[in-house]
Every structure is written in C-alpha cells, then in structure tokens.
C-alpha cells in the first residue's frame, strides 16, 4: 500500500513495526456508544445510557453508556464516517450468535461489501444459541494476525479498511422477540487515502448438508481486480474415517474448467499436514497466519458429530487476480477399498477479499433457521 500524501508526507496508514516511529498528519479517531459519531472532544458526555443507573451516583463521564441494546428485528448503524480514512481495528463484546448481521458498506454504494453473521466473521463458525446468553460459557481462542478471540468472547479485527469517501456499519438483530446487548469500539484514521487501495470485502456462505459430488463453492461472482486474503471454514463431519481429502482451487481471469491455483488437501490449506493427528488424535492450533482452532467432539450423547474451525489468511501470500476470482473446496474422505468419499458435509465459510469497487451482489444470506447450529 502506497503510504504518502500528495504532499509527500507519511498517510498512517499500512501500520507495522517497521513504520511505527513515523510521524503522520492523519487524525485518529474511535466509535463507540459513549462517542457514536467519533467526534473530537466528544466522548464521554451520555447522561442516559445501559451504565446509566451503575453511575447514578457519580453521573456524567462515568461509562454511562458503555453499550447499546438492539431491538429485536431491527437494524442499527453502528459507525458511520462522512471522510477518506480507514478502518483500523474493530472491538466487539456481549452477544457473540448468528442473531446477529455484520455489514460494511463503502462509499454510496447501496450493496454492502461485508455481509457476515458476526461470529463466523471472526472465526467462529460454530457458537450455538446454548453459549451466547450472558457473559459466561465456553468459547475458543483464535491467536492470528487480524483476529483475535479473547476470553470472555472478545471479538478483535486489524483488518485495515481504507475507504476513498464514506464508511456505514450496521448490525441487524434477526432475533424475533428479544433484544441483543452489544459493546463496541470502532478505531478508525481520517487520512488522505491513494487511488490504488483497494476495498475490504468478506462474504459468509453455508450448504447444510452438502450434496452428494458437489463441489463447495466459497467465493464466486467477484469481478474487477483485486487479491484474496483470506478462508474461514467450518465442517461438520458426517461420516467416518478422515474427512479433510479436499483440494481447494482458485479459478481468476478467464480460468474455465481448470484452476490456476489448486491444493494438495484441506488440511494442507489450512496449514497442517497429516489429519492434524498426534497419537490419535486431532490437535488445535492457531497462529499468525493459519489454524484449526477448533474441535467439538461427539461426547456420547447431543454432540454427535466432529466439526471443526479454520482459517487461513493470505497476507504474505495474497492470491491476485485481474478481472474475476471464483473459490471451490472438495468434500472429500475415505471410504472402503482405498477409494475416495464424496462427503456430505456442513460446511460455513467466509471469504475475505480487496477489490476496487463496485461490488457484485452477494448471494442471498439464508434465513434465521437455515443459519442456526444444532
């Protein structure tokens, strides 16, 4: 990413170590529901608020609005920036489910460019209703470069999010009958922002179960230039032996019947090798740039199939193209005489991408009940 103003000074943005010690004329700036616009000298002033009645004796600028609550059915506007910047980070916090629909939208574009159950955005693909309420209950850990899961379902993006003229975020509630508490912290630049940043994309699939010799489609439709940066995934097993024989293919630029990219196994992919299998059995991970972060096993009783969590992010690596991208991965096991398995699977995905505008529309998000895990 080009890092200069018209001016020849440094634009704060593509942060790292290497660049830290710069000096910028870039204004930071942060949303939260104790400053919803993110205005200078503004923070802090709610006199009404979720905190409101904890601060009912020290009053104003005493986190009197550290949340908010979204209605159910309703959709809210959680940041909205009117000047070239970018996003930086993003902070979320209270509920962590499906109820709840993450969407960016850059620019005047009328299609978001982010559209994603707000857990599986940030790895987690399998939250179920039973782990949401309150702010207890157990939730994996993810360890990676720009996502970070902490105790107590603590949500973190350093994605960066240039923007060239607006930035909406929104959070629908699809809950029928009850409100959802949310905590957030949008952290953000006003910068000057070159012509060739491109825009952040993520879009969220789901085939539950997977036909039979049908290949999983991850991404498809993206047309313009840009690079893929990154895959969650979530598979639901259901059948025996290994399940994760796989290929993965990257289909850019005219690509027909035969891909430009293609892997050797899921697991492979996602950066281990072998099944992730160490003395019988499967072994989480998650680092920088790749993981399988997850397991549910079958306890005997409800839990009745294996599923896991992946991500891979191509940051190092990003994966180019120049005029179209489409993504597939095989379900693909073992089955009995050394043959392969067409598997038919649950399988969640979401694809992340950069891309300059203006972005295709996605699929149709399926509805509540075809979301919800069971």
């Known amino acids: 990413m080009a890092a200069v103003t018209p001016e020849g000074g440094f634009n704060g943005l593509g942060m790292d170590l290497g660049n830290l010690s710069r000096l910028s004329k870039a204004r930071t700036r942060s949303i ?3 400053n919803p616009r993110g205005e200078k000298g503004r923070g802090a002033m709610a006199t009404e608020g979720t905190g409101a009645s ?9 986190k009197v609005s550290p949340s908010i609550n979204i209605e159910a059915g309703k959709t809210v506007v959680i940041a909205e920036i009117d ?27 009328k299609q978001p460019s982010v559209e994603c159950p707000l857990p599986d955005f940030f790895a987690l693909p399998w939250v179920s209703e039973d782990q949401t309420p309150g702010t207890k209950g157990p939730l994996v850990s993810v360890n990676s470069l720009p996502v970070a899961v902490n105790p107590n379902k603590g949500l973190n993006c350093f994605w960066e999010m240039p923007f060239q003229k607006r930035c909406r975020i929104t959070l629908e509630n699809r809950h029928p009958r009850e ?15 070159p012509d060739d940043c491109a825009y952040f994309h993520a879009q969220f699939r789901r085939v539950n179960p997977l036909p039979y010799k049908e290949v999983y489609t991850i991404l498809d439709g993206v047309t313009g230039r840009g690079h893929y940066v990154g895959t969650v995934m979530g598979v639901g097993v259901s059948s025996n032996r290994w399940w994760g024989e796989g290929e ?40 920088a740039f790749l993981g ?10 409800y839990n009745a199939q294996h599923r896991h969590a992946m991500y891979r992010w191509h940051i190092r690596d990003p994966i180019r193209f120049e005029q179209d991208l489409r993504v597939t991965i095989q379900a693909l096991g073992w089955r009995g005489e050394g043959r392969y398995l067409p598997g038919q699977y649950d399988i969640s995905s979401v694809a992340y991408w950069y891309q300059a505008l203006p972005t295709t529309s996605f699929p149709s998000l399926p509805d509540r009940d075809y979301l919800e895990i069971t």
């Open 292 to 301: 399988m972060h997850q397991v549910i096993r079958p306890d005997g009783l």
């Open 54 to 62: 904890a601060a009912r004796d020290l009053g104003q600028g005493w």
């Open 83 to 109: 000047e070239p910047g970018a996003i930086q980070s993003m902070w979320f916090g209270g509920y962590v489910g499906r109820d709840f629909i993450l969407r960016i939208y850059w620019d005047a574009q």
């Open 179 to 193: 409100a959802r508490v949310c905590y957030y912290q949008i952290n953000y630049t006003l910068t000057d922002v």
């Open 248 to 287: 993965i293919k990257f289909y850019m630029d005219g690509d027909a019947a035969f891909p430009t990219i293609v892997g050797t196994g899921t697991e492979d992919y996602f950066g281990g090798s072998f099944n992730w299998e160490v003395d019988g059995r499967y072994v989480e991970n998650s680092t």
């Open 32 to 34: 939260s529901a104790e």
